[in-house]
Structure formats: C-alpha cells, structure tokens
C-alpha cells in the first residue's frame, strides 16, 4: 500500500518535497518510481531508485531540478521537485516493483507494466 503526499499549489521558481510512504510488505525489497499525468497527456516516468537507495534516474526534463531519495528506516521514499515550472503540473503517482526496473538500466525507460503497486496520486500544481 502506497501513499502519496506533499502536492500543492506552488509559484514558478518553487520547490516541493513529495512524500511516498509505504505499508505492509518490506519496503527495502522494492525499487520505486515516480510518474506523472497531466491532463490530456500521458503517463510519463520521472524518476527512480533502486531497493537500496544506489542507483537512481532522473529524466531528461526534469534533470538538475528533480532529484529521489529514500529513507527505509521511514518506508518512504521522496521527489524533491526545485525551480517548477507550469509544465510540472500534474498528478504524481509512485509505484512499486520488486525488480530492477527499466529506467536504472539508462536511457531514463519507464515501463509501467513492471510495476505492481501504486498510490492513489498527489495533485502538483505550478501556477502564479
């Protein structure tokens, strides 16, 4: 069981810190991503990490601003979003696998069959 949380109305230029808690299973065994949906487009793949915490992806639109961390004392693994901008909107999902997902192999590749679990989703919005 997945939750989300820390969404929000924020201004362009500010920052945001998502929240993906999990209960029930041992969450140390599972790599997590983060996706995105915003309205009239597509599921698309923002980041991920490895069980451990090793390995992460950021993709490419989201590079040097997006970064992941994860915290399994605390089952929760984090998006840290900075400098957003409109195009950030969405809602943001996290998901689970207990594989090595796609997206740590490089290339930034989400496929969203690989992941078994996923949380209801947290509203972000950028907007002045």
């Known amino acids: 069981h997945l939750v989300e949380s820390g969404g929000g109305l924020v201004q362009p230029g500010g920052s945001l810190r998502l929240s993906c808690e999990a209960s029930?299973?041992?969450?140390?065994?599972?790599?997590i991503g983060w996706f995105r949906q915003a309205p009239g487009k597509e599921r698309e793949g923002v980041s991920c990490i490895s069980s451990s915490g090793g390995l992460t992806d950021v993709t490419n639109s989201v590079k040097g601003r997006f970064t992941i961390s994860r915290d399994n004392a605390k089952n929760t693994v984090y998006l840290h979003m900075n400098n957003l901008k409109p195009e950030d909107t969405a809602v943001y999902y996290c998901a689970a696998t207990p594989q090595m997902p796609s997206c740590l192999y490089g290339g930034s590749h989400y496929v969203f069959k690989e992941y078994a679990y996923w949380g209801q989703g947290t509203q972000v919005t950028v907007s002045s």
């Open positions: 029930g299973g041992t969450f140390n065994y599972y790599a």
